[in-house]
């Protein structure tokens, strides 16, 4: 009698785990029909990582607090200040560009860059107001050189930035320079803070050779520039 009692239970409790199943499954079918993806008319986040199956982290959209600081080599980069905005991270995980903007009543700006790969930015789209009347904006483009990597150098400025040692930190990046690092701007198309509208282009060097736009008076500017500055000729005879 016993044994018999004990097997009805037992089959019970099998019926109930059964049955609990099936109904959670038929929930969760239900909830899937009538609601799909969740929906949300507002959400406030300090930070969103968009990332892939396997966790790979491909997009940080994130208030200027909690911002990633950047990563290459695997490896994030020492916390720093950054703006708020969108950081995009490519296959191997490395920081190949984004979207940042910051103001205030005494400076503004807004960049959306693109990074050339295991390398800094090449290309900007940007907007930069130091004071009410002094800005610029338009397009700006840099020259990269591989033998340069960006991942040994931000490791090497962490290092030397925590240990406090200024005169380390300028020797080292002032080595870098005089080994070709740093290349400088190649080429603007866009305002300046003095106020010309033009396209304006420079040589490895850094020097401006070519302006093509209006200045602040409405005056055309044409000009073809030697390395100290000077016009020259758009056209040379040889």
């Known amino acids: ?15 109930a785990i059964i049955l609990t199943i099936a109904l959670l499954i038929l929930a969760a079918l239900y909830c899937h029909q009538t609601f799909g993806t969740p929906h949300f008319n507002q959400i406030d986040v300090g930070r969103i990582n968009m990332v892939e199956a396997d966790g790979q982290l491909r997009m940080v959209i994130s208030n200027q607090k909690l911002q990633h600081p950047g990563r290459m080599d ?67 483009m840099w020259d990269e050189q591989d033998n340069f990597p960006l991942g040994p150098i931000m490791r090497a400025n962490d290092s030397l930035s925590r240990l406090h040692d200024t005169a380390a930190l300028t020797a080292y990046f002032r080595k870098l320079r005089s080994e ?44 073809s520039l030697d390395e100290k500055g000077n016009a020259v000729p758009l056209n040379p005879t040889p």
């Open 1 to 15: 009698m016993e044994q018999r009692l004990a097997r009805q239970i037992k089959a019970l409790q099998i019926y």
């Open 74 to 140: 695997g490896k994030d980069f020492a916390p720093r200040d950054r703006s708020a905005g969108m950081i995009f991270f490519n296959d191997d995980g490395d920081e190949c560009g984004g979207l940042v903007f910051d103001g205030n009543k005494k400076e503004s700006g807004m960049v959306y860059s693109f990074d050339q790969y295991k390398n800094d930015q090449i290309m900007q789209l940007q907007y930069q107001q130091d004071s009410p009347r002094l800005r610029s904006y338009g397009l700006k």
């Open 180 to 223: 070709g690092y740093g290349l400088p701007e190649r080429l603007f198309l866009g305002k300046t803070k003095e106020k010309n509208v033009g396209l304006f282009l420079r040589d490895s060097k850094g020097h401006v050779r070519l302006r093509i736009g209006i200045d602040s008076l409405d005056h055309v500017i044409f000009q």
